[in-house]
């Protein structure tokens, strides 16, 4: 099986990347920046390529599947993300863009980038990692919320406009994970998992085909609880200091 991961040079993705290796898949990273990979990754593994890539540059991305996929692609998870959170109530717009082009506009040209010989060949599988953050508008978060909702509805969507051409869509809503992204955050992550257990759990939901998977269960019950209080209620309950990320 071919397998495609962006944002695999590091943290979650390259946990994922690690598991379907272990398999003796062919499995393809990209990042920004190829000196974050693992010492000897690319030695100890035979069947890894690494592509110097930002999702943010459409011919990139397409250039780098293309020369990987050749015309055979089975998985592509688009894990590239970024984060950025404010104490202040002042938006930081500068940062929102980047975390909007890189989580939103990087998610479509990686999806682009495999529909192509995907929809050619009748058969394949996309998947994207989201959050439980894009379930919810969590304060100090707003860009990021925002940007993971959409990827949310991105692959609900495309779960329907590509089932008639035999393509699967997962999309993965987790937690906190333990990631290099993830070490930045200055405030509590209840729930907090190492991202090798988050990787299996991850695997394991497309290894089924799950159109979608939110984990830890416990954040996914108490996301189920705020989603569906009355928005008044949701306000003052997040303003509560144990609950405001931006305090």
Request: aromatic fraction near 8%; charged fraction near 20%.
């Amino acid at each position: 099986m071919k397998v495609f991961i962006t944002g695999g040079t590091t943290g979650l993705g390259w946990s994922v990347a690690k598991e379907y290796l272990n398999e003796g898949h062919d499995v393809a990273i990209c990042g920004r920046d190829l000196g974050k990979i693992e010492d000897n990754a690319l030695t100890k593994y035979e069947k890894l390529k690494a592509y110097k890539v930002d999702v943010t540059n459409r011919e990139q991305i397409i250039s780098a599947v293309n020369e990987f996929s050749n015309g055979k692609l089975d998985l592509m998870l688009a894990c590239a993300g970024r984060s950025v959170g404010s104490k202040t109530k002042t938006p930081n717009f500068e940062a929102s863009r980047d975390v909007i082009n890189i989580n939103v506009i990087g998610v479509l040209n990686t999806f682009e980038a495999a529909l192509g010989n995907m929809i050619q060949n009748k058969s394949g599988h996309l998947a994207a990692i989201a959050s439980v953050a894009g379930l919810v508008g969590l304060p100090g978060a707003s860009s990021y919320s925002a940007s993971k909702a959409a990827v949310l509805k991105l692959c609900e969507s495309y779960t329907l406009d590509l089932k008639h051409v035999n393509i699967d869509v997962t999309c993965i809503a987790p937690g906190f994970v333990d990631t290099p992204l993830t070490r930045k955050n200055d405030h509590g992550m209840p729930w907090l998992m190492e991202a090798d257990v988050a990787a299996k759990k991850i695997k394991n939901a497309l290894d089924k085909k799950k159109v979608l998977f939110i984990f830890p269960w416990q954040m996914k019950t108490l996301m189920y609880f705020l989603d569906r209080m009355p928005r008044w209620m949701y306000r003052m309950f997040m303003q509560m200091p144990f609950a405001n990320y931006s305090k």
